[in-house]
């Protein structure tokens, strides 16, 4: 050997050299060495890799990957000392969206992220049974709801307030208006929420005013007594009416008209036609510039505050003509 044909001086120099090239390495190799953790399927342990990234540092650990298994911080992430290499395996999922069910697998940490992968999108009031926020289970079936939402506007009225004030010079009944009111308005929005283009609810969102109410003050009459002719009559109710005049012959009443009311009165003057609704039939009246009558009598034409005086002339009848008056309902 060379050693030995060397000078004994010489054998321990080239001795020397060799231990000092073999140290170096040592040193070398433990200079860029770099420690790991690697954590796959929850099992976790500690390697010393010289490997760049950690595709390659799972590779030399014999870390078999599929296309889907995620890698955190990811498969072509430089490795430094102290990394964490994380596998989250893939898993088989079903997701059932606009009426077709996709087989699929992902690795991704939720729900929303695995949808997403699967070229799936989502819109803004998209949900996904179970929540988008869940992680997936193994085999899960997840389905993608999808959620319209239609808004419609609407005119309100906006009722105004109504002060009513009594007032003794008003007969008992009637009201006067002191100030006038007026209704507000405002602009409501619904919203009409489909899911699969199922109809599941309508609810009020938003209500914005446009005018403001103004309040209405009405005096009501408390006075339940009126003076005619020296007079005092005392009254239940008092009615502004439309009053017209009617004769019982037949130039009002046609050529079938018998002389007698709705009621089995006598037609005459003081008889009254009247809206049972408003005025009770047989009901004693004071008919302002006519004077006592009885609510004998009805008319087709004869609906609500209208009434209809009988008098025993045709030309009575077209004297009275039509005019406003008061009816007061007596005790």
Request: with cysteine.
């Amino acid at each position: 050997m060379l050693l030995r044909r060397l000078p004994v001086g010489a054998r321990w120099a080239a001795a020397a050299i060799a231990a000092a090239v073999i140290v170096a390495g040592s040193c070398a190799y433990a200079w860029a060495a770099r420690d790991v953790t690697i954590v796959v399927d929850g099992k976790a342990w500690r390697q010393s890799t010289l490997r760049s990234n950690a595709l390659s540092v799972l590779a030399a650990a014999g870390v078999e990957l599929q296309p889907r298994d995620h890698v955190e911080p990811g498969r072509d992430a430089r490795i430094m000392d102290g990394t964490v290499i994380t596998v989250r395996r893939a898993i088989t999922l079903t997701i059932a969206v606009d009426g077709n069910k996709i087989e699929t697998s992902s690795a991704l940490a939720t729900i929303r992220d695995a949808v997403l992968e699967a070229g799936i999108e989502l819109g803004p009031d998209d949900r996904t049974e179970p929540p988008a926020a869940e992680p997936p289970a193994p085999r899960a079936e997840i389905r993608v709801v999808r959620v319209a939402k239609e808004y419609e506007k609407r005119l309100w009225r906006i009722p105004r307030k109504v002060y009513r004030r009594e007032d003794e010079h008003l007969e008992l009944g009637l009201t006067r208006v002191l100030g006038k009111g007026q209704d507000g308005t405002e602009e409501v929005t619904f919203c009409t929420t489909y899911e699969d283009g199922v109809k599941i609810s309508r609810a009020l969102v938003d209500r914005q005013v446009l005018t403001e109410p103004v309040a209405e003050t009405i005096a009501v009459g408390t006075s339940g007594q009126i003076s005619r002719g020296g007079e005092l009559i005392r009254f239940r109710r008092a009615l502004a009416v439309t009053a017209t005049g009617y004769y019982w012959g037949p130039e009002c009443t046609g050529k079938y008209a018998d002389g007698y009311t709705s009621i089995g009165l006598k037609a005459a003057r003081g008889v009254v036609a009247v809206d049972p609704r408003v005025i009770p039939l047989r009901s004693r009246v004071y008919v302002d510039g006519y004077g006592y009558a009885i609510a004998g009598d009805v008319g087709s034409a004869i609906k609500g505050s209208r009434i209809d005086c009988c008098f025993d002339t045709y030309q009575e009848a077209l004297n009275w003509g039509l005019r406003k008056t008061k009816v007061y309902i007596l005790w």
